[in-house]
């Protein structure tokens, strides 16, 4: 059983910058993807980026060129650097995490460990 703690959401003003974390408990082989989605106003559940364990990543449309995932697996840690962000990026950020062997994609069926999600404010 897999159990993820988001942290690092936080109230700002656009145009800023803004690193979220997400600290993984449990035990995860290196068939583990990870991955960053968000919830926002008008959207359930929208992938931002996901990650292997070997560091290919894969960005959705919503945030792509803004965001960089990044994972420290000896750590058990993912990390989400966001910049240049805007009002519409107000949501709740999830980490989630899912075995998948290869080509990890910002799908939610992917995954089937979530965590409880970190706020971000844009204004």
């Known amino acids: 059983h897999v159990q993820l703690v988001e942290s690092g959401g936080a109230s700002m003003q656009a145009g800023g910058s803004l690193r979220l974390t997400c600290k993984a408990s449990?035990?995860?082989?290196?068939?583990?993807?990870m991955a960053w989605f968000r919830r926002t106003s008008t959207k359930e559940r929208e992938g931002v980026a996901a990650?292997?364990?070997?560091?290919?990543?894969n960005y959705a449309d919503p945030m792509k060129g803004r965001v960089t995932i990044s994972r420290d697996n000896a750590k058990n840690t993912l990390y989400l650097q966001m910049n240049s962000l805007k009002p519409e990026d107000t949501a709740t950020y999830y980490c989630?995490?899912?075995?998948?062997?290869?080509?990890?994609?910002?799908?939610?069926?992917?995954?089937?460990?979530w965590g409880q999600g970190t706020q971000v404010t844009v204004s």
């Open positions: 449990g035990q995860m082989s290196s068939d583990y993807c």
């Open positions: 989630a995490a899912g075995v998948r062997p290869m080509d990890c994609r910002p799908f939610a069926s992917d995954y089937n460990y």
């Open positions: 990650i292997g364990y070997g560091g290919l990543s």
